[in-house]
């Protein structure tokens, strides 16, 4: 069997053979000490960081879709958003401790899935930006006019996505094993070979369907949505939402071109080291493959910083995070309202029963008294609480200056008698 002439590579007790180093996990056995160690930890930053920056994005188009009804440009931004945090919360740790170790110990679950969950998320990404650009040009092409989509069509969207990511790059997971050599175990992708000829049509298919096809379609769209944002508006109304729409152009079109140029070497050392297992030619450079895996990572990373930096509401929506959060910790007690319950002249603290028994009593009648006063009190402002006079009142008072009250119901015949013997 053939040697690899590589001396970056090798087991704890041997050099790795051909067949182990094209396989799927073989660039974990790094052997020098530097990059044993960089690689790792460069890993780990991008995970941490990159997984709080897209925590923070998704909390903001979460906050924004309560605010307002949420639409199909968000909602793909904040499905592309979710798949970069998926990709660095399970995915990113595990390749690091990978990376780290002489021999895979992780498992057969993570061996088979490891690869096939990486290849899964980014294929949704780039499914993903393709149904953006679409969107967006149909959004450019007549800004003003408001497109309702029902929520039920954006579920159907996502989970669309989402399958066709999963099921495209199930021979990852479906030909990836343990196996055993010199130095310990290996995750290695091995294709039997009634299985072959399906590989190497695959192997030519893949990126096409999950790279080339999504991203060209992706760009085409953003470029004829730029150029119609470039035309004039006569009408101010016209002008500001051209101006608006081009503003997400940009920042959907600068999405794009990062994740097409930074997702790149990845593809090429994947068919490279394909065909290099097909044909016996050689095969990429270490450290080639490492930085362009490691590069196809920090795409997570760069996304919410490239949102944040080209979208005006996205910086409104990061500062008024940012503005409740800092107020929640700083922000002072609420002090009660005055009011008839809550007044605002403090009040002698009530005496405990031990202290109070030494207390002198009080007068019992001036008790009392104090009391019916303050029902009185009590009973006046009530009745006159809002400054309205009772009917029955009213009545009385028309009645009496009309003159119109009958002798039976006068509540004052007194002074009817006095007018009567002075008539007389």
Known sequence: MDKLQDGNFSAANGTLNRRSFLGKGAYQHLQQGDLKVLVPVGLGVISVLGFIANATAVGVLVGNARKSKLSLINALILNLLMA???????????KATAYSRASWTLGLALCKTCDWFVHSCMAAKSFTV???????????SNPTKQVTIRLKTIVVVLLFTWLLACVLPLPHWLFTSLQKEEGGLLCVLEVPPEAREFMSFYVKAYPLLAFCAPLSF??????????????RCSKTQNLRAQIRSRKLTLMLFGLTVAMATMWLPQWVSWVWMRHAADSNGPVPPVLFAV???????TISLANPLIVLALSEEFREGYKGLWRRLTLRKHAPKPQPKPGPHAPTAPRSPTPRPEASAHLPPRNTDESRADKQEQQQEESSGNGNKDGLVPPDVEQFWNERESGSMSQENDPIPWEHQDHKEDKQ
């Open 291 to 297: 930085a362009a895996q490691f590069v196809m990572f």
């Open 84 to 94: 970069d945090g998926l990709l660095l919360a399970f995915a990113v740790p595990f």
């Open 218 to 231: 992706a760009l085409l769209y953003f470029w004829r949505a730029y150029g119609r944002c470039q035309r």
């Open 130 to 140: 393709a149904i953006m650009a679409k969107a967006c040009y149909r959004y450019v």
